[in-house]
């Protein structure tokens, strides 16, 4: 929990939100909101130093949620069945094998519907899929379909299997670029994907290194079935309001000055948790900012969407903002049949205005 709270936020009780954060900002015992070891975090330190963004699918847990009887002998149709579920229930957006799921089950060995965990991380020098497999997928007959389909077998287990845009095409039209290049690392019950052998190589030499501040972020929003982790560069750019038409700029302007004053992110993560909750973690630079930015963008979360249409309050409500540290945390709930997760991981996002 955050050691400053504001309780379930609604826009009748909107008021008094600044008096309930100074009353608990001077009497609260604080109690760290992280979880050290989680499964996003423990993955987070897998990817490189330099990661900017992050998306996370828990394939276990989104295939406990929607009663999902999957397993290597599923059938490539009950593959895609599963997926459209999983994007009806929005737990697939920040998946990077959506339309590649089917074909790589049939004939990689491997899918959304067997791997544990899947993790995708994108920095300026490249990007690499992160799956964590279990018992489901057995990496020797992915090694065997590899060889079978194209992809030149590396000197070492470990090493990178070399294929290439042509290979790929040759194995299916809707296999992901991501998969051109794979490492096995069975001792580590590990999968790596990439569109640059170069780059996974150096994945591989670096394993381990992850980017601390993005998995402080990830610990933060405990274990998701989904998530985004965006840096402070990554998420100002590309949820700001400057993605909005004119109108919607001023709107939002005008609304920001009013909710009262806010500060530049430095991180922000946002996750789709069991059920129809939701977490979003907010980081600013300095934690005696925190607070009043918890006050400011839970007010902002509970009002009009600008450049979205319509309000916030027609896709979540905001049931609890506070603060731990330097960290603004807002715990959400989804409106039925809304998709908070697609759409408050692009902008414009007004309560994650920098």
């Known amino acids: ?36 070891g989680t499964p996003l975090e423990e993955a987070v330190s897998l990817v490189p130093a330099d ?18 009887d ?9 593959v895609e069945a599963f997926m459209d579920a999983a994007f009806e229930a929005d737990l697939s957006p920040m998946s990077a ?23 995708f991380a994108q920095s300026g020098a490249g990007a690499v899929e992160v799956l964590g497999v279990g018992d489901e997928v057995d990496l020797d007959v992915v090694a065997d379909r590899l060889a079978d389909l194209g992809w030149s077998e590396p000197e070492d287990a470990d090493g990178v299997w070399v294929g290439g845009p042509d290979v790929l095409a040759g194995v299916g039209s809707m296999l992901t670029p991501e998969l051109q290049h794979v490492a096995l690392l069975a001792d580590e019950g590990l999968v790596l994907t990439s569109d640059q052998a170069p780059y996974l190589e150096q994945v591989l030499e670096d394993l381990g290194q992850g980017p601390e ?20 560069a990554y998420a100002c750019e590309h949820l700001a309001m400057a993605q909005a038409d004119a109108d919607a700029q ?10 009262g004053e806010v500060h530049p992110l430095t991180g922000y993560a946002l996750g789709r948790l069991p059920g129809d909750d939701l977490r979003a973690v ?37 049931d609890q903002a506070g603060a731990a540290g330097r960290e603004v945390v807002l715990d959400l ?15 414009p996002v007004l309560f994650a205005t920098c």
């Open 1 to 36: 929990m955050p050691d400053r709270v504001v309780p379930r936020v609604d826009t009748r009780a909107l008021p008094a939100l600044a008096a309930v954060l100074l009353l608990l900002a001077g009497g609260a015992v604080g109690v760290r909101l992280l979880q050290s």
């Open 51 to 68: 990661t900017t963004r992050l998306s996370w699918t828990d394939w276990s847990g989104v295939r406990r949620e929607l009663g999902a």
């Open 70 to 78: 999957m397993g290597p002998a599923s059938s490539a149709e009950e």
């Open 97 to 119: 094998l959506g339309t590649s799921a089917a074909e790589m089950h049939e004939k990689m060995g491997f899918s959304p519907a067997t791997v544990s965990w899947e993790l």
């Open 213 to 232: 501040e993005l998995a402080d972020l990830a610990a933060s929003l405990e274990e998701p079935l989904a998530a985004a982790v965006y840096d402070g």
């Open 250 to 259: 001023a709107e939002g302007d005008q609304l920001v000055d009013a909710a």
């Open 282 to 318: 907010l980081q600013v630079e300095d934690a005696d900012d925190a607070v009043t930015d918890a006050e400011t963008r839970a007010r902002l979360a509970a009002g009009p969407a600008p450049g979205q249409g319509g309000d916030f309050t027609d896709r979540f409500t905001v």
């Open 333 to 347: 709930r989804a409106a039925e049949g809304a998709y908070v997760l697609s759409e408050l991981t692009s902008g």
